[in-house]
């Protein structure tokens, strides 16, 4: 694979359209931020160096990446004005005069293009000056126009904004992804004018330049029209997120676990889920969070970040577990909350309890040991434990510091231990 040598992420802008005083690259997709997805892609690139463009909220952008998306290789650049894309490139290579190579541009809220469009386009360098990605769409929806000449060669591009009525019936749309030599930005950049209807620097003159002068432009189809979805509104983003959704699910199906309906299925990134087991309708599991082998889950069942379920684990009906450690052949099976629980092997959960974490102030852990039988309607109330082999009969309520030794049985309101028969 010919990788990328520096990978622009273009990320200052604030998408006033989304109505939202998030920046609009912050905004989930499925449980990650869409700048989060592109900078996926351009690890898909092996490069020397990504550098992130940022402007509106700086800030935010930056803690993020630093947070979450930690790599030696990202840097970032401040656009304090955002001149178009053109500028934003100028101002992401400032700092790397003279290194050469090729340079690939992404746009931070084009979270659907997949690496392998993203290697065939750095691969077009072996033969051509520049490369830029198509698609042929039915509904152009803002994008520039490819033109071509009679024989079909690139000829350059035009923004929706400035085309005329018959370039604007042309279905063959830019998708603003780009692979350059950095010496041709360095030389043609400076050179740019912004004498178009937006007033900016458009990225794109640098291709049609580069054609100008003779040099060959590659272009590479994507596959799917649908990877060129660019975020601009909320409407855009939802369907962004059903097509990343169907993306999730296909690769947990691909790895042997069943998901009886990926139509009410939802399942965020960075879930982890062994083969065998089977995801039941109307589920939804957050982030961080691992399933083991042969578990089953579901319906309308509610996974929250920092659950663990061991292999052979169930959670049922209307449950919700957050931070719950379950361990193996554990079940919980009807209406049940689990928050901040560590419960041992082959323990069982009966309907209607809830392990009260939270007392209006802070989150407490509660203990259930292995084979613990917990009864329908039962309240524990955090920090509290119930012991290897305990039960508690149904509708009790384990007041807090409470610890049921192993072995006993504890009834009531408040529980207590049931009297032992003489």
């Given at each position: 694979?010919q990788s990328a040598g520096t990978v622009v992420v273009l990320a200052a802008g604030q998408g006033t359209r989304m109505r939202s005083a998030l920046p609009k690259v912050l905004h989930e997709v499925c449980g990650r931020p869409l700048l989060?997805?592109?900078?996926?892609?351009?690890?898909?690139?092996?490069?020397?160096?990504?550098?992130?463009?940022?402007?509106?909220?700086?800030?935010?952008?930056?803690?993020?990446?630093?947070?979450?998306?930690?790599?030696?290789?990202?840097?970032?650049?401040?656009?304090?004005?955002q001149y178009g894309t053109g500028h934003a490139v100028e101002v992401a290579l400032a700092n790397f005069r003279g290194v050469g190579g090729s340079c690939v541009v992404l746009y931070g809220d084009m979270p659907l293009v997949r690496a392998?469009?993203?290697?065939?386009?750095?691969?077009?360098?072996?033969?051509?000056?520049?490369?830029?990605?198509?698609?042929?769409?039915?509904?152009?929806?803002?994008?520039?126009?490819?033109?071509?000449?009679?024989?079909?060669?690139?000829?350059?591009?035009?923004?929706?904004?400035?085309?005329?009525?018959?370039?604007?019936?042309?279905?063959?749309?830019?998708?603003?992804?780009?692979?350059?030599?950095?010496?041709?930005?360095?030389?043609?950049?400076?050179?740019?004018?912004?004498?178009?209807?937006?007033?900016?620097?458009?990225?794109?003159?640098?291709?049609?330049?580069?054609?100008?002068?003779?040099?060959t432009i590659a272009t590479v189809e994507l596959e799917d029209p649908s990877d060129a979805i660019g975020i601009n509104t909320l409407a855009h983003l939802a369907e962004a997120r059903t097509a990343i959704q169907m993306r999730i699910l296909?690769?947990?199906?691909?790895?042997?676990?069943?998901?009886?309906?990926?139509?009410?299925?939802?399942?965020?990134?960075?879930?982890?889920?062994?083969?065998?087991?089977?995801?039941?309708?109307?589920?939804?599991?957050?982030?961080?969070?691992?399933?083991?082998?042969?578990?089953?889950?579901?319906?309308?069942?509610?996974?929250?970040?920092?659950?663990?379920?061991?292999?052979?684990?169930?959670?049922?009906?209307?449950?919700?577990?957050?931070?719950?450690?379950?361990?193996?052949?554990?079940?919980?099976?009807?209406?049940?909350?689990?928050?901040?629980?560590?419960?041992?092997?082959?323990?069982?959960?009966?309907?209607?309890?809830?392990?009260?974490?939270?007392?209006?102030?802070?989150?407490?852990?509660?203990?259930?040991?292995?084979?613990?039988?917990?009864?329908?309607?039962?309240?524990?109330?955090?920090?509290?434990?119930?012991?290897?082999?305990?039960?508690?009969?149904?509708?009790?309520?384990?007041?807090?510091?409470?610890?049921?030794?192993?072995?006993?049985?504890?009834?009531?309101?408040?529980?207590?231990?049931?009297?032992?028969?003489?």
């Amino acid at each position: 694979m010919q990788s990328a040598g520096t990978v622009v992420v273009l990320a200052a802008g604030q998408g006033t359209r989304m109505r939202s005083a998030l920046p609009k690259v912050l905004h989930e997709v499925c449980g990650r931020p869409l700048l989060g997805w592109v900078l996926d892609q351009a690890r898909a690139l092996d490069p020397e160096r990504i550098v992130v463009v940022t402007g509106h909220a700086e800030a935010a952008v930056r803690e993020y990446v630093e947070q979450f998306e930690s790599d030696p290789r990202i840097t970032f650049a401040h656009q304090s004005v955002q001149y178009g894309t053109g500028h934003a490139v100028e101002v992401a290579l400032a700092n790397f005069r003279g290194v050469g190579g090729s340079c690939v541009v992404l746009y931070g809220d084009m979270p659907l293009v997949r690496a392998e469009s993203l290697v065939r386009l750095v691969g077009q360098l072996k033969a051509a000056r520049a490369a830029a990605t198509t698609a042929i769409v039915d509904q152009p929806r803002g994008f520039g126009r490819i033109l071509r000449s009679d024989d079909g060669a690139f000829r350059g591009i035009v923004e929706e904004r400035d085309a005329s009525p018959k370039q604007r019936s042309i279905r063959e749309v830019n998708v603003g992804v780009y692979a350059f030599l950095v010496e041709d930005l360095e030389l043609l950049l400076p050179e740019l004018e912004r004498n178009n209807a937006q007033g900016e620097l458009y990225l794109t003159d640098v291709l049609t330049r580069i054609a100008e002068r003779g040099d060959t432009i590659a272009t590479v189809e994507l596959e799917d029209p649908s990877d060129a979805i660019g975020i601009n509104t909320l409407a855009h983003l939802a369907e962004a997120r059903t097509a990343i959704q169907m993306r999730i699910l296909e690769q947990h199906l691909e790895n042997g676990v069943k998901i009886i309906d990926p139509a009410t299925t939802y399942i965020d990134h960075g879930v982890t889920i062994g083969a065998g087991t089977e995801i039941l309708p109307c589920t939804v599991i957050r982030g961080d969070v691992v399933i083991g082998e042969r578990c089953e889950v579901g319906p309308f069942t509610h996974l929250r970040a920092g659950t663990r379920l061991a292999d052979g684990a169930e959670i049922g009906n209307f449950c919700e577990a957050k931070k719950a450690v379950v361990g193996p052949g554990t079940k919980a099976k009807h209406l049940t909350y689990l928050g901040d629980v560590t419960i041992g092997a082959k323990a069982n959960i009966g309907a209607g309890t809830i392990v009260a974490n939270y007392d209006g102030t802070h989150k407490h852990l509660t203990t259930i040991g292995d084979r613990a039988f917990v009864g329908s309607g039962s309240v524990l109330i955090a920090p509290c434990a119930v012991g290897d082999d305990a039960l508690t009969g149904g509708g009790a309520v384990v007041t807090r510091n409470a610890s049921i030794p192993p072995g006993e049985a504890w009834v009531g309101v408040p529980a207590r231990p049931l009297p032992k028969k003489r």
